[in-house]
């Protein structure tokens, strides 16, 4: 059985830092693209982030180019989404995704998806 489970939202106040993890099991996903998405309330889902899992190519979403870093390690099986300067326009459920091909920014790309965890970004 696939589950991507993700962990370490939480409430920050604007300009602080958080680390979002994905934990992946029950395939391999070395031929994967890993992205990362949230969703704000009212809003669609968007793209933040993606790393192709062979290789550690990285994708970005402009919104948060050069604040948060998306990375990988191998042997924990594990996506991270490291967060930085964050802004209250980033407070929304972020969720992480495993899809087979690069057209990373787009949901229908994706396989399967994790549960999701709340990130709140206090003003």
């Known amino acids: 059985q696939v589950q991507l489970v993700e962990s370490g939202g939480g409430l920050v106040q604007a300009g602080g830092s958080l680390r979002l993890s994905c934990a992946a099991s029950g395939r391999t996903f070395s031929r994967y693209f890993m992205g990362w998405f949230r969703q704000a309330p009212g809003k669609e889902r968007e793209f933040v982030a993606a790393?192709?899992?062979?290789?550690?190519?990285?994708y970005y979403a402009d919104s948060v180019k050069g604040r948060f870093t998306v990375s990988r390690d191998n042997a924990e099986n594990t996506v991270y989404l490291q967060m930085n300067s964050l802004k209250p326009e980033d407070t929304a459920v972020y969720y992480c995704a495993a899809g087979p091909t690069a057209i990373v920014a787009a949901t229908s790309n994706y396989d399967y998806w994790g549960q999701g965890t709340q990130v709140t970004v206090s003003s």
């Open positions: 790393i192709r899992w062979s290789g550690g190519s990285t």
